[in-house]
C-alpha cells in the first residue's frame, strides 16, 4: 500500500532538510545529478543498496529514523553512471546523530573524532577524485603516498571504462563493445590530475530530490540519453579511432634489449611518440596497437614509458596466429572497439611498413599512414595495393594528420 500523500510530502520535507554536503576535488569533473531518498522508520533492507538498517548507532542507541541518500552520477571515472549513499541517522526531534556513506561498496562511519561529521546539522562527506567513494576525512585519500598515487592513477591514466551494467538497469541495456567505446573515448576526454584541495562545495538542497522509486525509473532514461549523446557527437567526427603499430613506428628497433626468448624487456620511443598517444586518448580517439611482435615485448615497452593504459586493445601477431597485412588483425581491433565493418572508413592506421601496415590497410578500407623513419624498409610502393593515404617523418606529425582529417 502507498503513503498518503501528506506524509510523502513530510518525507521529501524531512529529506530536503538533511540533505548531505559533499566537497570535491577542485578539478572533479563529475558531480551528483541527482538524488534519489527514503525515510527508513522501522529496521528494514535498504532500498537501494546491499545492507540491512536496523536503525542502531554506536554506543548501543537507536535513531529514529534513517535517511538513506542514493547519490546519482550520470558519470564516473571509469563508468557511465554511478550510485553512492550516504545516510543520515535522526533522533526523535529530528536531529543528526550519526551518519554513513558509501566506500567502494560498503558502509562506513562519517565520524570525525568519534562525532559525526556535519554542517549546520547536515551530514559531511568528502568524494575520492573520480570514483567518489565517501569519507569524513579528505586526507583518507592523500595521507600516504601509496593511496595518493592510486587515486590519481585511476583518475588519469585509468580513466575510461564501459556501460556499468548493474540491478538498476534490470535488464533495459546490455553492455556491448560499441557502448563501452563510445564511453571508453568520451571518459578518455575527462582524465584529470587531482588537486587533493576538496573545496568544490555541492549541496544536495540544490539538486533534484526525488523518492528512490523514481530514480530508479528514471535510470535506463538517463543511460540511454547519454550513449545517444555520445552517438550523435562521434558521428560529427571524422575519425574515430587509431590503430598502431609498435616496431618503427612508436619504437625505436634498434634499441631493443632482448631476453633469450626474444622477448623485448626494454627500447627506445621515437621523440614525441608518448606525447601523441597521450594525445590521441585526450582527444577522445579510440587507440589500439595492431602489432607483429611478441605478447611480452608490447606489454614490457608500452609500460616502461607509462602508455600501456592509454590504448584500448592490442592486436598481437603471435596471440591471434596470424600476422599484418591479413585483414583479421585489423578487423579484431575493429570488433574490439565496437565498429561495423562498414565503419573502417573512420579508423587510421599507421605504421612503417608498405607490405603490411599500408597493404592490410588499404585491402580494407582503412586510412593508411606511412611512418618513414628511416631507411630499413622500402618507402615507396611497388605494387599499388601499398600506396599510403598520407606520409609522415615522425610519428609526432600524426596530430597534424588528424586535425586536417578532423
Given at each position: 500500500m502507498s503513503r498518503p500523500a501528506a506524509d510523502r510530502r513530510d518525507d521529501l520535507e524531512i529529506a530536503r532538510r538533511h540533505a548531505p554536503i559533499i566537497y570535491f576535488d577542485l578539478a572533479?569533473?563529475?558531480l551528483p545529478d541527482?538524488?534519489?531518498?527514503a525515510v527508513v522508520r522501522r529496521p528494514g533492507p535498504s532500498p537501494t543498496f546491499d545492507r540491512y538498517l536496523d536503525l542502531r548507532i554506536p554506543g548501543g542507541g537507536r535513531a529514529a529514523a534513517v535517511i538513506e541518500y542514493a547519490l546519482w552520477y550520470d558519470w564516473d571515472i571509469q563508468h557511465l553512471y554511478e550510485l553512492e549513499h550516504a545516510w543520515a541517522y535522526l533522533d526523535a526531534p529530528g536531529r543528526l546523530i550519526h551518519a554513513e556513506g558509501s566506500w567502494h561498496g560498503e558502509p562506513i562511519r562519517l565520524t570525525r573524532g568519534g562525532r559525526v561529521s556535519a554542517e549546520g546539522g547536515r551530514l559531511v562527506a568528502y568524494a575520492q577524485p573520480g570514483k567518489h567513494a565517501l569519507s569524513a576525512e579528505p586526507a583518507l585519500f592523500s595521507a600516504h603516498?601509496?593511496?595518493r598515487e592510486l587515486v590519481r592513477w585511476e583518475a588519469d591514466e585509468r580513466a575510461g571504462g564501459g556501460l556499468d551494467v548493474g540491478p538498476l538497469l534490470g535488464?533495459?541495456?546490455?553492455?556491448?563493445?560499441?557502448r563501452n567505446g563510445l564511453t571508453r573515448a568520451f571518459l578518455h576526454t575527462r582524465a584529470f590530475e587531482p588537486t587533493f584541495q576538496f573545496e568544490q562545495r555541492w549541496d544536495g538542497t540544490t539538486a533534484p530530490i526525488v523518492p528512490v522509486e523514481e530514480l530508479i525509473a528514471a535510470v535506463p532514461g538517463r543511460v540511454g540519453a547519454e550513449l545517444r549523446r555520445l552517438a550523435t557527437?562521434?558521428?560529427?567526427r571524422r575519425i574515430w579511432a587509431v590503430l598502431l603499430d609498435l616496431g618503427d613506428t612508436l619504437m625505436l628497433e634498434?634499441?631493443?634489449?632482448?631476453?633469450?626468448?626474444?622477448?623485448?624487456?626494454?627500447?627506445?620511443?621515437?621523440?614525441g611518440a608518448a606525447d601523441l598517444v597521450h594525445w590521441l586518448r585526450r582527444s577522445g580517439y579510440l587507440v589500439g596497437l595492431v602489432a607483429d611482435t611478441r605478447p611480452g615485448s608490447a606489454r614490457n615497452v608500452l609500460r616502461q614509458h607509462g602508455i600501456h593504459e592509454a590504448f584500448d586493445t592490442f592486436v598481437i601477431s603471435e596471440e591471434l596466429g596470424t600476422s599484418k597485412p591479413d585483414?583479421?588483425?585489423?578487423?579484431?581491433?575493429?570488433?574490439?572497439?565496437g565498429l561495423l565493418r562498414s565503419e573502417v572508413d573512420r579508423v587510421v592506421m599507421v605504421g612503417n611498413r608498405l607490405d603490411r601496415d599500408i597493404r592490410g590497410a588499404n585491402a580494407l578500407g582503412i586510412v593508411s599512414v606511412l611512418v618513414r623513419n628511416n631507411e630499413r624498409y622500402p618507402g615507396r610502393p611497388s605494387d599499388p595495393r601499398d600506396e599510403p593515404t598520407h606520409t609522415i617523418g615522425q610519428i609526432a606529425e600524426l596530430e597534424a594528420v588528424l586535425r586536417r582529417l578532423g
Open positions: 572533479e569533473p563529475f541527482l538524488v534519489g531518498f603516498d601509496g593511496y535488464g533495459a541495456l546490455r553492455a556491448t563493445a560499441r557527437e562521434r558521428s560529427r634498434t634499441s631493443e634489449e632482448k631476453d633469450p626468448a626474444d622477448t623485448t624487456q626494454r627500447a627506445d620511443l621515437f621523440p585483414p583479421a588483425m585489423f578487423l579484431a581491433a575493429i570488433r574490439a572497439f
